[in-house]
């Protein structure tokens, strides 16, 4: 590990690199690893430069917990190598940005399903954002990933049941999907669900989200009171 450059624009770096090391007190060549790295991780991500990151990832220095914090785009990708929270900070900035086009979403939506699968699951489970959500649920049903599939399948159908009006369709959704907890979660949110399921959903157990699912159908109900 060493600061030792080579022409003017090193100076600049070995300058700049040695001013923060100074004015946060962190020895990068520190026998406690642990107490210098956390001491790296309370610095505001505002202060780290391009070249005190360089210098830092080049020297692996601090990098698994750098990986946590919210740099910008290119640096996540260079931490992606070390820490998969960098992957998913990255696949939710790319999902939530409208600035980000749909095929830079998709084109890492792809990465993401045969390397961090969790991650992909886990922007599934995000659905406050309108302008890429049926981009990415489209996606995901298509996808090689079987968890990725059948959970897309699930907030498909959930989509479809938010829209529907008919009562006699939502009962009918309700009766093919008993088990599936995001779908039940949907009916649950619907205004437009039949007063008998909706007292059932208030009840329901041993399922995952029960408790959400509970509380939507309660507040349900409320508000079909009101009418």
């Known amino acids: 590990m060493s600061l030792r450059t080579q022409g003017r624009g090193a100076n600049l770096m070995e300058d700049k690199v040695q001013e923060f090391l100074k004015k946060y007190e962190i020895n990068p060549y520190a026998e406690d690893c642990f107490a210098m ?3 790296l991780l309370s610095v505001p991500v505002e202060e780290f430069s391009d070249e005190v ?3 830092l990832i080049s020297n692996e220095i601090g990098i698994t917990g750098l990986a946590h914090l919210d740099f910008p785009e290119k640096w996540l990708i260079r931490f992606m190598k070390y820490d998969s929270m960098a992957a998913y900070r990255l696949a939710h900035k790319y999902y939530t940005d409208e600035k ?7 084109d890492f939506l792809k990465q993401c399903a045969n390397t961090y699968p969790d991650i992909v699951l886990n922007l599934l ?3 406050k954002c309108s302008h890429k959500r049926q981009i990415l649920i489209k996606a ?3 996808s090689d990933n079987s968890d990725i599939r059948e959970c897309a399948k ?8 938010k829209n529907l009006k008919d009562e006699c369709q939502i009962a009918k959704i309700y009766c093919e999907e008993k088990a599936n907890p ?5 009916i649950a949110a619907n205004s437009f669900a039949p007063l008998e399921i909706l007292n059932m959903l208030t009840e ?3 399922i995952k989200g029960a408790k959400s699912i509970r509380v939507a159908a309660k507040k349900t109900i409320q508000k079909k009171n009101l009418y």
């Open 140 to 142: 995901c049903v298509e």
């Open 53 to 55: 990151l360089e210098f």
């Open 204 to 206: 329901v157990k041993d």
């Open 100 to 106: 980000c086009s749909e095929a830079k979403f998709l």
């Open 125 to 127: 489970a995000f659905p």
């Open 37 to 39: 790295e956390e001491k």
């Open 182 to 186: 995001i779908v039940l979660k949907a």
């Open 154 to 161: 699930s907030y498909a159908s959930a989509e479809t049941v």
